[in-house]
């Protein structure tokens, strides 16, 4: 079994920062890419930012430069340090991970999603 658990969200004032973590667990032999996708009310789901693990990042346009995503592959955790909150920001934030376990194919993984809220 291979899980992801996401922590960090939480209400933040416009301006300010979060940092969500995202930690894979389980059964697990490689992992590749991980990101975070965000999906608003009434709105799809849409991705944030994406690290390779290589450590190459691409970020969603309306997040280039508030936002920074890392991750730490002895932990197997990835990370989204968010600044500058914008209201529009808000949205439940979900982990993405291309995983490889010990038995079986590579599959894309989510955590369970974390409510991050930007309001004054």
């Known amino acids: 079994q291979v899980q992801l658990v996401e922590s960090g969200g939480g209400l933040v004032q416009p301006g300010g920062s979060l940092r969500l973590s995202c930690a894979a667990s389980g059964s697990i032999f490689s992992i590749n890419a991980m990101g975070w996708y965000r999906q608003a009310p009434g709105k799809e789901r849409e991705l944030v930012a994406v690290?390779?693990?290589?450590?190459?990042?691409n970020y969603a346009d309306s997040v280039k430069g508030r936002f920074t995503i890392s991750r730490d592959n002895a932990k197997n955790t990835v990370y989204l340090q968010m600044n500058s909150l914008k209201p529009e920001d808000t949205a439940v934030y979900y982990c993405?991970?291309?995983?490889?376990?010990?038995?079986?194919?590579?599959?894309?993984?989510w955590g369970q999603g974390t409510q991050v809220t930007v309001s004054s």
């Open positions: 993405n991970a291309d995983i490889t376990p010990l038995l079986g194919l590579v599959y894309d993984y």
């Open positions: 690290i390779t693990s290589g450590g190459s990042t």
